[in-house]
C-alpha cells in the first residue's frame, strides 16, 4: 500500500476519499472560486505545448485546465506575414521536438511554407580557422542501414509566431482548456479552508483583466512565464544566474541566392569571434536569420548603420579578421570644422572600407554564407544575453517548464 494510501483504515475508505479530492475539478463549492486540475501562467510556446499535450493524451484528456496570459491570444491566431517577410524572432526545432508536435496534433497546424529544414551547420573558430561540420551520415551509426536522403535534417527554422498560432489551432480544435487572455496575475497564495473542502495547501491565482476579477483555484501550478516567473516566486524557488555583458543582434536578410546547396541542401553557419558569435540560420527560398552576439558598443553601432553599411557589416563578419572587425566597430569619426561629429560627409564608409579590406583577405567562398544583399526593414533589433537557472523546477503542488 502507498504512503498515502496506508493513511486511512482500509483501501475503500481510501478510494472514496481520493475519488472526492479528485471532484475539486469538477465543481466550486467557496463563491468566487474556480477550481482546476491543472492552471498553466505563461501562453508561448512552453505553456501551449503543455496544455495541448495533456488534451491529446488519453490519460490526461479529462482534466480542468486553465490558460493565464497577459497577451491577447488573438493576435496570434490572426498572426500573418507576407511570403517574402519572416518575423526576426525564431526556433530552432530538433526531430526530436518535431516528433513531439507530430504526436500531440500540433505539427500540421504549421504553415509549413515558413518552416526551413536544414541538414548542415558550419562552425568555425574566427581567430584559428579550426572548422566542424555537424550533418546526418549517408549511413545510421546505430543499425548501419542506409539513410533515405530525404532523412538528412538536424532542425528546422521556423518563427516563434508560427510555432504560436499553430498551438492555438490544435488548443481550438481540441477544446476544454479555459483560456483567460489578456489577464495579469495579481497575487498567487494559498486556498481557503472549510467545513467540506480544504484547500490550503493549494495554490489560487488572482487574475484581472477587463472582464473583472477571478481566483482559479490550482491541483497543479505551472509556471511558463518566463525569467521573472510570479509563480516560481510563489514557490519560493530561487534562481541564479548573471550578465553575459553582451547582446545579440538580430535581424531578417536576404542571401544573393537559396545557398550553396540550393534549396534541397540548407547549411547554418556560425562563426565564432573574440566578442561572440555571428550566425545565419536558413529560412525558406533566399531569407535567412541573423544572430550576432557582441559587445553592447558594437550592437549599438550595427543597429545605427544604414540599410547597406548593415548588409556590408554582416558579410564583414563572416569573412574579415577579428581585427579589421574590431577597426570597423571602434574606427574613431572625424569631427567636421564646425566641431560637430558623425555628419554624413565624416563618417567613416562602411561599405567602402569593407569592400577594400575584403579585397586583401583570403578565404575560401564556399565555406562561407553566400552574400547577404538586403535587410527586412524594421527587423533589426538586440537584447541582452543573460543566465538564470531555477534552483529546482518542482514544488509543491508547483513546476516551471520552458
Excluded at 557582441?294 to 540599410?307: D, I, N, R
Excluded at 552574400?371 to 518542482?394: C, E, I, N, W
Aim: aromatic letters at 8%.
Amino acid at each position: 500500500m502507498s504512503s498515502s494510501l496506508s493513511l486511512f483504515p482500509c483501501r475503500a475508505c481510501a478510494r472514496r476519499t481520493l475519488r472526492s479530492l479528485r471532484r475539486y475539478a469538477t465543481a466550486a463549492p467557496v463563491a468566487n472560486l474556480d477550481i482546476y486540475d491543472v492552471v498553466c501562467v505563461g501562453g508561448g510556446p512552453a505553456g501551449l505545448s503543455l496544455l495541448a499535450a495533456l488534451r491529446a493524451s488519453r490519460a490526461t484528456s479529462h482534466l480542468k485546465l486553465a490558460l493565464v496570459e497577459s497577451q491577447d491570444l488573438d493576435r496570434g491566431r490572426r498572426w500573418k506575414l507576407p511570403e517574402d517577410q519572416y518575423s526576426n524572432r525564431v526556433s530552432s526545432l530538433t526531430p526530436s521536438s518535431v516528433a513531439f508536435l507530430e504526436g500531440i496534433g500540433a505539427w500540421r497546424h504549421l504553415r509549413r511554407s515558413r518552416v526551413q529544414p536544414y541538414g548542415e551547420m558550419q562552425v568555425w573558430d574566427g581567430v584559428s580557422g579550426a572548422r566542424i561540420s555537424f550533418d546526418w551520415p549517408s549511413t545510421s551509426a546505430y543499425t548501419g542501414i542506409p539513410r533515405a536522403p530525404s532523412d538528412n535534417t538536424i532542425a528546422y527554422m521556423t518563427e516563434n509566431l508560427n510555432l504560436t498560432a499553430a498551438l492555438l489551432a490544435r488548443l481550438d480544435e481540441l477544446g476544454g482548456v479555459s483560456i483567460f487572455d489578456r489577464s495579469k496575475v495579481e497575487h498567487i497564495g494559498h486556498g481557503p479552508e472549510t467545513d467540506t473542502l480544504d484547500l490550503s495547501g493549494w495554490p489560487v491565482v488572482d487574475v484581472t483583466s477587463a472582464e473583472g476579477h477571478r481566483q482559479l483555484a490550482a491541483r497543479l501550478l505551472v509556471g511558463a512565464d518566463g525569467a521573472n516567473s510570479p509563480v516560481r516566486t510563489f514557490a519560493d524557488i530561487e534562481s541564479r544566474g548573471w550578465d553575459y555583458e553582451r547582446e545579440a543582434v538580430v535581424a531578417t536578410v536576404q542571401l544573393e541566392g537559396t545557398g550553396w546547396g540550393g534549396d534541397s541542401r540548407k547549411t547554418a553557419y556560425q562563426r565564432f569571434l573574440p566578442t561572440g558569435p555571428i550566425a545565419l540560420l536558413p529560412l525558406p527560398n533566399k531569407f535567412s536569420t541573423l544572430v550576432w552576439s557582441t559587445l553592447p558598443s558594437h550592437a549599438a553601432f550595427l543597429k545605427a548603420q544604414s540599410p547597406n553599411d548593415f548588409v556590408a557589416m554582416v558579410n564583414a563578419g563572416f569573412r574579415l579578421s577579428p581585427v579589421d572587425l574590431d577597426y570597423l566597430q571602434s574606427a574613431p569619426r572625424h569631427s567636421d570644422a564646425a566641431g560637430e561629429s558623425d555628419s554624413a560627409a565624416t563618417q567613416l564608409d562602411v561599405e567602402g572600407e569593407v569592400r577594400w579590406r575584403e579585397q586583401h583577405t583570403r578565404y575560401e567562398e564556399q565555406m562561407v554564407p553566400q552574400r547577404v544583399v538586403g535587410v527586412q526593414q524594421g527587423s533589426v533589433a538586440s537584447f541582452p544575453l543573460r543566465m538564470k537557472h531555477a534552483d529546482t523546477y518542482v514544488g509543491e503542488r508547483t513546476v516551471l517548464v520552458g
